[in-house]
T-cell receptor
Framework: KQEVTQIPAALSVPEGENLVLNCSFT??????LQWFRQDPGKGLTSLLLIQSSQREQTSGRLNASLDKSSGRSTLYIAASQPGDSATYLCAVPGGATNKLIFGTGTLLAVQP | AAGVIQSPRHLIKEKRETATLKCYPIPRHDTVYWYQQGPGQDPQFLISFYEKMQSDKGSIPDRFSAQQFSDYHSELNMSSLELGDSALYFCASSGQVDSYNEQFFGPGTRLTVL
């Protein structure tokens, strides 16, 4: 059974810092991995999708990497801003129907 | 670009009442997923449909049912509501027309059961 965990559970950094969020999964036979952002009480915004054949995906100040063999993905945020404060979730498809299995999330606070 | 539409955005019900949540997927997407996110929890898969047929089922109570219609919109019907059903309910859609089955999420319906 696929299990997804994220470390750390919470992170507080001063504005301008570069930071790394970690995502681990137990079953490496994944098709892709998605990173989402969620503001409190709001919906899920897809940030990046990395296909199983890719090692990295970039969008603006965000860079996500994927190492299937070790069951890990990282989300790198450069030059963090207070507007980056949110919960970040990673998710992998599970089973033939690609239903998403979410990690436990990292609550990020960027202090001005 | 068109996104996934969910209605209503907010819903308040009493215990033992029924609720119907609606989801309109992105045009040409053929797969719909429903997820439930309780307070402080990560989203949990409930049920999915592909080409109007149920394709997978997660931890969905027997009090809940869902279907996908001929226009690909989906409805989640919830009966005998309990306090524990209070949550954010997300619908997501995906399709072969988009690359690698990326799932696109709607804004969610916040259900409060009193």
């Amino acid at each position: 059974k696929q299990e997804v965990t994220q470390i750390p559970a919470a992170l507080s950094v001063p504005e301008g810092e570069n930071l790394v969020l970690n995502c681990s999964f137990t079953d490496s036979a994944i098709y892709n991995l998605q990173w989402f952002r969620q503001d409190p009480g709001k919906g899920l915004t897809s940030l990046l999708l990395i296909q199983s054949s890719q090692r990295e995906q970039t969008s603006g100040r965000l860079n996500a990497s994927l190492d299937k063999s070790s069951g890990r993905s990282t989300l790198y945020i450069a030059a963090s801003q207070p507007g980056d404060s949110a919960t970040y979730l990673c998710a992998v498809p599970g089973g033939a129907t690609n239903k998403l299995i979410f990690g436990t999330g990292t609550l990020l606070a960027v202090q001005p | 670009a068109a996104g996934v539409i969910q209605s209503p955005r907010h819903l308040i019900k009493e215990k033992r009442e029924t609720a119907t949540l609606k989801c309109y997927p992105i045009p040409r997407h053929d797969t719909v997923y429903w997820y439930q996110q309780g307070p402080g929890q990560d989203p949990q898969f409930l049920i999915s449909f592909y080409e109007k047929m149920q394709s997978d089922k997660g931890s969905i109570p027997d009090r809940f049912s869902a279907q996908q219609f001929s226009d690909y919109h989906s409805e989640l019907n919830m009966s005998s509501l309990e306090l524990g059903d209070s949550a954010l309910y997300f619908c997501a859609s995906s399709g072969q027309v988009d690359s690698y089955n990326e799932q696109f999420f709607g804004p969610g319906t916040r259900l409060t059961v009193l």
